[in-house]
C-alpha cells in the first residue's frame, strides 16, 4: 500500500485543526503542522494554535518548537518535516498535514523551487518602493519583467511581488524561469483536503475568533514582546496591529478592527493560492467525518 500525506488545508478559521486531529484519530497517526506562525512558542494566542487538550488529542509536530528569535523558512521546514514524515511512514500508513500557509504545504508536498543568490540591497529598496509608491508601482514593474509570474503568483502579495522582482533584478531572468525545476519526486501519495464555506460565514467566524483571542490575553501575549516586532515572525496579523496600539499610533477598538480586515483579507489570498490547485477536493466546512473518509478511502484506492 502506497505511503499517504492527507493534507487538511482552507483559509483562517474553518475548522482544520477539529478535522485534522478526528483524521488523526481515526487512521490512528500524527499531525504535522504547516502553518507557519504556529511553529513559535510566544505565539500562541494570535495564532490559534493548537489548545493543549487538542495537543493531547493527538500527537502534533511542528507547533512551538521554535523561538521568534530563531532563524527558520520554509527551506529549513521542508527538510525537517520530510525527515519527519520519513520517521513517521516507517509506523504508519497515513499521516495528517495540517495549515493554511500554501508555501509551506507545497514545499512538503512537491519540493520548493531553488533560486540564485541576488544582493539584499535590491529587496531593502523594493520595500522602500512599497512603502513610498505602493503596491500597484511593484504590481506594473513585474508584469513588465515577467508577464507569467504576474499572471500566476498571488499579486496581491507585497511579499511575493518583491520575492519575484529580486530574483527578476537580481538574476537577469524572469522569476518564472526558475519554477519547478529538478524538483524532489515523493515517496509518498498526498490526498489534498479543503475546507470552505460561503465568504459571509468564513468572515463572521474570523469576526468571532478575533473577540475570543482579545478575550483569552491576546494583548497580553503581544504586550510582552513590545520592543522585538522588526522580527519577520510578528510581522503577522494580530500582532502588528496591536503594536501599533501600544504605540498610541490606533486605538484598541479600531486596532481589534483592523486585525479583522487583514484576517478576512488573508483568508481570500488563502482561498485563491488553494483554489488555484486542481488536485484538491473540496469540502463544506460542517461536512461530516464519513463522508470525507469516503472519499479518502476511494482516493486511497485509487493511488494503491
Known amino acids: 500500500m502506497a505511503k499517504t500525506l492527507i493534507s487538511v488545508v482552507g483559509p483562517t478559521a474553518i475548522g482544520k485543526t477539529t478535522l485534522s486531529i478526528k483524521?488523526?484519530?481515526y487512521f490512528k497517526t500524527e499531525?504535522?503542522?504547516?502553518?507557519?506562525?504556529?511553529?513559535?512558542?510566544?505565539?500562541?494566542?494570535?495564532?490559534?494554535?493548537?489548545?493543549?487538550?487538542?495537543?493531547?488529542?493527538?500527537?502534533?509536530?511542528?507547533?512551538?518548537?521554535?523561538?521568534?528569535?530563531?532563524?527558520?523558512?520554509?527551506?529549513?521546514?521542508?527538510?525537517?518535516?520530510?525527515?519527519?514524515?520519513?520517521?513517521?511512514?516507517?509506523?504508519?500508513d497515513y499521516v495528517i498535514m495540517v495549515g493554511g500557509s500554501g508555501l509551506y504545504v507545497d514545499a512538503v508536498v512537491n519540493g520548493l523551487?531553488?533560486?540564485?543568490?541576488?544582493?539584499?540591497?535590491?529587496?531593502?529598496?523594493l520595500n522602500k518602493t512599497l512603502e513610498t509608491e505602493g503596491l500597484e508601482i511593484l504590481q506594473q514593474k513585474l508584469k513588465k519583467l515577467d508577464p507569467k509570474a504576474f499572471k500566476s503568483i498571488a499579486i496581491d502579495n507585497p511579499q511575493r511581488v518583491i520575492r519575484a522582482l529580486e530574483i527578476c533584478i537580481g538574476s537577469g531572468k524572469p522569476y518564472s524561469s526558475f519554477l519547478n525545476k529538478d524538483k524532489n519526486k515523493r515517496p509518498f501519495k498526498t490526498i489534498h483536503?479543503?475546507?470552505?464555506?460561503?465568504?459571509?460565514?468564513?468572515?463572521?467566524?474570523?469576526?468571532?475568533?478575533?473577540?475570543?483571542?482579545?478575550?483569552?490575553?491576546?494583548?497580553?501575549?503581544?504586550?510582552?514582546l513590545e520592543g522585538k516586532q522588526d522580527l519577520n515572525a510578528l510581522n503577522t496579523v494580530g500582532y502588528k496591529e496591536l503594536?501599533?496600539?501600544?504605540?498610541?499610533?490606533?486605538?484598541?477598538d479600531f486596532a481589534v478592527s483592523?486585525?479583522?480586515?487583514?484576517?478576512?483579507?488573508?483568508?481570500?489570498?488563502?482561498?485563491?493560492?488553494?483554489?488555484?490547485k486542481e488536485d484538491y477536493i473540496w469540502f463544506d466546512y460542517k461536512t461530516s467525518l464519513d463522508d470525507i473518509l469516503e472519499v479518502i478511502n476511494t482516493k486511497t484506492s485509487e493511488n494503491s
Open 23 to 25: 483524521l488523526a484519530n
Open 193 to 224: 483536503i479543503g475546507l470552505t464555506a460561503d465568504r459571509e460565514i468564513i468572515y463572521n467566524r474570523i469576526n468571532k475568533r478575533v473577540d475570543l483571542m482579545v478575550q483569552e490575553g491576546l494583548l497580553e501575549e503581544v504586550k510582552k
Open 258 to 276: 483592523e486585525i479583522k480586515k487583514n484576517s478576512r483579507r488573508f483568508a481570500k489570498r488563502q482561498l485563491t493560492w488553494f483554489r488555484k
Open 243 to 252: 503594536f501599533k496600539y501600544f504605540k498610541g499610533e490606533l486605538t484598541l
Open 113 to 125: 523551487d531553488y533560486f540564485p543568490e541576488v544582493d539584499s540591497d535590491i529587496r531593502k529598496e
Open 31 to 92: 499531525i504535522i503542522s504547516a502553518d507557519s506562525r504556529q511553529f513559535y512558542k510566544e505565539m500562541s494566542i494570535g495564532t490559534a494554535a493548537p489548545t493543549l487538550t487538542e495537543l493531547a488529542s493527538a500527537k502534533h509536530h511542528f507547533i512551538h518548537h521554535k523561538s521568534i528569535n530563531d532563524s527558520y523558512n520554509v527551506g529549513a521546514f521542508e527538510k525537517d518535516a520530510i525527515k519527519c514524515l520519513d520517521q513517521l511512514f516507517k509506523t504508519h
